[in-house]
Nanobody, 123 residues
Framework: QLQLVESGGGLVQPGGSLRLSCAAS????????VGWFRQAPGKEREGVSC????????YYADSVKGRFTISMDNAKITVYLQMNNLKPEDTAVYYC????????????????WGQGTQVTVSS
């Protein structure tokens, strides 16, 4: 079955950048949408961004629009989340997910989750 592995998290100062990767194994991401979610301590998991593999459409939550960029490689194996101008409120565990479709920035009908990667924004 499809497996997703995230990488790229870490500790960064406010205003800094990180690039998260979500790599698929066993199968490609053809026919899936892929979304990034995050969960901060004591808060519910929330959608951040979503990309459709069929046409490359991308969507962002208002809180990250203009700072984050989601993309997919041509082989449809890896999805990236480039995060610029990071803020302390971006601190969370970030998860990628393969799902049926993007409903705006939220990935719906999730079939597969990655294990998560910690992003901490602090001075």
């Amino acid at each position: 079955q499809l497996q997703l592995v995230e990488s790229g998290g870490g500790l960064v100062q406010p205003g800094g950048s990180l690039r998260l990767s979500c790599a698929a194994s066993e199968f490609t991401l053809d026919y899936y949408a892929v979304g990034w979610f995050r969960q901060a301590p004591g808060k519910e998991r929330e959608g951040v961004s979503c990309i459709s593999s069929s046409d490359g459409s991308t969507y962002y939550a208002d809180s990250v629009k203009g700072r984050f960029t989601i993309s997919m490689d041509n082989a449809k194996i890896t999805v990236y989340l480039q995060m610029n101008n990071l803020k302390p409120e971006d601190t969370a565990v970030y998860y990628c997910a393969a799902c049926g479709y993007c409903s705006g920035y939220v990935c719906h009908d999730v079939g597969y989750w990655g294990q998560g990667t910690q992003v901490t924004v602090s001075s």
